[in-house]
């Protein structure tokens, strides 16, 4: 959610690159992205079996890896995992917005609270789509990133709530009634499946498929990107942080090649598990 930290200078090795890179996200935004993202893999993967016990591929599944009793324990297990990252990023942020007072965390331009300009950007972007206005001059966080952002969030609190609410159910019934323990299965199951389709379909393709960046965003492995795609992409940001005299702050060195390669294919890998069980999910919904 927060803004970035100053990047490392790496003027001259980008220089010998041909062109200059700038920080996007830093090490712990990559590092925790990357935890989101294979215990969400994680938790779908052993998720869907559970919600689709009867389908072929469910059964298939759970006698390949020793039955449903191991899928509940993995779900459990990238539960765990998942919640931890979410309560060091909600301390991250507490500590640089509550307690260190940083500007930009909770309003602005840097925030990742939606304004009044993403409201403009999106209807600037719907005429843009049918040729109508010019393209919307995006800040640092576009209107669907933020969108993505709080997706996950309150989708994290609902289904981690009503998860450990099944997990923990004699616990909880000494302050929930019988209703709602029931009701928490529904909840969780079926926001794990809006999760699921979510970001299958709508974040592959905001993120991946988009004309400018298909068939992949490296920057959320590598942290940066090149300065063309930083005009290109998010205008409005380069101009302010250029007029802030903030550019050189942000040059970083070119990423190494093995490091994109490597990105790439974790990148793909995740991509093509994830559009494996968006089918899965599908073909066992409407059969
Ligand atoms: C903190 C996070 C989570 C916790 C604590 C949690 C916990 C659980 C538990 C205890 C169950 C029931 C297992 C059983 O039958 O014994 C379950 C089922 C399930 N979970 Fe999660 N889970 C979490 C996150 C997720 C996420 C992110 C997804 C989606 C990607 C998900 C999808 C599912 C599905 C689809 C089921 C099957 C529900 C059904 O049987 O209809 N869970 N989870």
Redesign the pocket.
């Known amino acids: 959610m927060p803004d970035l930290e100053p990047a490392a200078n790496g003027s001259s090795e980008q220089s010998r690159a041909g062109g200059r890179y700038f920080t996007r996200f830093t090490r712990a935004q990559r590092y925790l992205h990357a935890v989101l993202f294979t215990t ?1 893999l994680g ?2 993967a052993t ?2 079996p ?2 689709f016990s009867q389908s072929f591929w469910a059964r298939r599944f759970a006698s390949a890896v020793g039955g449903f009793g191991t899928i ?1 324990f993995f ?2 297990f990238f ?1 765990l995992v ?2 931890l990252a979410f309560l060091i990023h909600l301390r991250v942020i507490f500590t640089r917005g509550v307690v260190n007072r940083e500007k930009g965390i909770f309003w602005g331009a840097t925030s990742m609270v939606a304004n009044w300009k993403d409201v403009k950007d999106l209807v600037g972007h719907l005429r843009w789509m049918v040729g109508l206005g010019p393209k919307p001059q995006f800040e640092r966080y576009a209107y669907w990133e933020k969108f993505d952002y709080w997706a996950v969030f309150w989708g994290m609190i609902v ?2 709530f009503s ?2 609410a ?2 923990f159910a004699p616990f909880f019934a000494r302050f929930l009634p019988g209703w709602a323990l029931n009701a928490v ?1 529904v909840v ?2 079926e926001e ?2 809006l ?2 389709l979510f970001i299958f379909s709508i974040h592959f393709v905001n993120t991946h498929l988009r004309p400018d960046t298909f068939p992949m965003d490296m920057v959320i492995f590598t942290g940066v990107e090149s300065e063309e795609e930083f005009k290109t992409k998010r205008p409005q940001e380069y101009q302010r942080v250029a007029r802030e005299g903030k550019l050189e702050e942000r040059i970083a060195a070119a990423p190494a090649l093995w490091f994109t390669n490597f990105s790439r294919v974790v990148g793909y890998a995740a991509i093509l598990i994830g559009l494996v069980l968006l089918v899965l999910t599908l073909s066992a919904y409407f059969t």
Request: hydrophobic content about 60%; cysteine-free; overall charge positive.
């Open positions: 969400f938790l779908a998720g869907l559970m919600r509940i779900h459990k539960a998942l919640t289904i981690g998860g450990y099944m997990w299965l969780h199951s794990g499946l999760a699921i």
